[in-house]
T-cell receptor
Framework: AQSVAQPEDQVNVAEGNPLTVKCTYS??????LFWYVQYPNRGLQFLLK??????LVKGSYGFEAEFNKSQTSFHLKKPSALVSDSALYFC???????????FGSGTQLTVLP | NAGVTQTPKFQVLKTGQSMTLQCAQD?????MSWYRQDPGMGLRLIHY???????DQGEVPNGYNVSRSTTEDFPLRLLSAAPSQTSVYFC???????????????FGPGTRLTVT
């Protein structure tokens, strides 16, 4: 089974600064990890996923995530934050063999102008 | 493509009433799911379906029923609404395939339900 945890409920960052949203995972095999974003009053949108291969995964809107097996982490990053990046971010993993997702509790990112 | 659509967007129910939340997708996806979103708890899986005629329970199935008579539609029924079912409900779908690795899910815009 796989599970994920997001240790921070809220992250604030100034516009133009790099941002990191943290996610740790617990797996019993090869991890499959996802990041989704939710803008206010909207459904979730897929950002990126890690299946295998390169530890640095690039996704939509300039986001990337770094898979670190030794630290069991999959942190979401962006080199330069925009005010429009302010949203709720979810890390997720499928409880294999099902395709459905188990979500973290979410991290509210606020980018300050 | 319209993607995943959900109706209604908002609903207020009284305790004990029943209703059906509609979900439809036009992407020919085999997999469909219902989640509820509550503050500080992320999204929790209610029911899911791996294809027409096949459904299964998720993490929090009590008080909800589903059916999957067609590939496109996956309605969620609240049998007797309770205040604890006040939440935002999301439907999602994902493609099938021979690849065993999981695919990303496509989410609808959500239904905000209040039970008084």
């Amino acid at each position: 089974a796989q599970s994920v945890a997001q240790p921070e409920d809220q992250v604030n960052v100034a516009e133009g600064n790099p941002l990191t949203v943290k996610c740790t995972y617990s797996v019993s095999g090869n991890p499959y990890l996802f990041w989704y974003v939710q803008y206010p009053n909207r459904g979730l949108q897929f950002l990126l996923k890690y299946i295998t291969g390169d530890n640095l995964v690039k996704g939509s809107y300039g986001f990337e995530a770094e898979f670190n097996k030794s630290q069991t982490s999959f942190h979401l990053k962006k080199p330069s934050a925009l005010v429009s990046d302010s949203a709720l971010y979810f890390c997720a993993a499928p409880p294999l063999p099902a395709r459905q997702l188990t979500f973290g509790s979410g991290t509210q990112l606020t980018v300050l102008p | 493509n319209a993607g995943v659509t959900q109706t209604p967007k908002f609903q207020v129910l009284k305790t004990g009433q029943s209703m059906t939340l509609q979900c439809a997708q036009d992407m020919n996806h085999e997999y469909m799911s219902w989640y509820r979103q509550d503050p500080g708890m992320g999204l929790r899986l209610i029911h899911y379906s791996v294809g027409a005629g096949i459904t299964d329970q998720g993490e929090v199935p009590n008080g909800y029923n589903v059916s999957r008579s067609t590939t496109e539609d996956f309605p969620l029924r609240l049998l007797s609404a309770a205040p604890s079912q006040t939440s935002v409900y999301f439907c999602a779908s994902s493609p099938s395939g021979t690849d065993p690795t999981p695919y990303e899910q496509y989410f609808g815009p959500g239904t905000r339900l209040t039970v008084t």
